[in-house]
């Protein structure tokens, strides 16, 4: 109980630091139409932001310092694991039942033979991971994604994959172990592999020119491309029209150029290429 009140009080204290987050937004820069709440979210995003700095990211270098890498890699493998029954049901929902039946192999495999999932015998043997969520499968059926939201303490999502999260938690195995402690215990670890593995994209996103836009249009658009298999701006081309670059450095195809004209033929009183007109006898 006393860990259940202790994770209210945190919860509280980030909804009213994002409710007093809210910033005016950078002058000149362009509105996008997927992100109508910009302001909150970018009050939202630099809560989330200054706390991942001072907790999150320290204690995730820390933990790739201290820990080696095969520990890392076992430790991120569980946790990949006990998703597995949330990647199976979603891929039953959308009707992938191969998926389905190759992801239910994974599971036991690499329940069985892994070691509880440390090890990774599956990938192995050629049954490859894949990634659904409930996000997806409303997506898979043509449920549009809604404005962005970011979130405190969770970071970016949308209108459509903020449900899609409550459900994805009651298919995780770990929300039915009784042991409050065992639980948040492994919560914490989850939270912190999660974060490590997002340290080689600090650099990147520290030298975009508008840090927030980038996360908010990364985001977008891989959840695009996970639905789709396309991003959002992709447009279908003729692959053997020739290609010229665009005003906005997109290539777009372009007609083929038209024949050129033929050379007017010289006239009678032209001397061939090469000669010069002989002068005229006296």
């Known amino acids: 109980m006393r860990t259940k009140g202790l994770a209210r009080r945190v919860l509280a204290v980030a ?40 907790i999150f990211k320290p204690v995730a270098k820390g933990y790739v310092r201290v820990m080696p890498h095969p520990i890392r890699t076992g430790v991120s493998n569980f946790f990949s694991n006990l998703e597995m029954p949330t990647v199976m049901i979603n891929d039953a929902l959308q009707a992938k039942f191969r998926a389905a039946g190759a992801d239910l192999g994974r599971l036991l495999l690499n329940t069985t033979l892994g070691i509880g999932g440390i090890l990774d015998p599956a990938s192995s043997a050629g049954l490859d991971r894949n990634h659904e969520d409930f996000g997806l499968t409303l997506g898979h059926w043509g449920v549009h994604a809604g404005p962005f939201v970011e979130l405190p303490l969770l970071g970016p999502s949308d209108c459509r994959d903020l449900p899609g999260r409550v459900v994805d938690n009651y298919t995780n195995p770990r929300q039915y172990i009784s042991n409050n402690y065992v639980r948040y215990g492994l919560w914490l670890p989850a939270l912190v592999d999660a974060r490590a593995a997002l340290l080689p994209l600090d650099e990147t996103i520290q030298h975009a020119f508008d840090p927030y836009a980038f996360v908010r249009d990364a985001y977008l658009a891989r959840r695009a491309y996970q639905i789709t298999g396309k991003s959002p701006d992709e447009q279908l081309i003729d692959p053997d029209a020739d290609m010229s670059p665009a005003p906005g450095g997109r290539s777009i195809a372009t007609p083929p150029p038209a024949a050129p004209p033929a050379p007017a033929a010289p006239p009678p009183s032209a001397a061939p290429p090469g000669q010069t007109e002989s002068p005229p006898p006296n």
């Open 15 to 54: 909804a009213c630091s994002a409710l007093s987050a809210c910033v005016t937004l950078p002058p000149n820069s362009p509105r996008s139409p997927q992100d109508p709440w910009e302001s909150w979210n970018r009050g939202v995003y630099k809560f989330n932001d200054k706390l991942d700095r001072a």
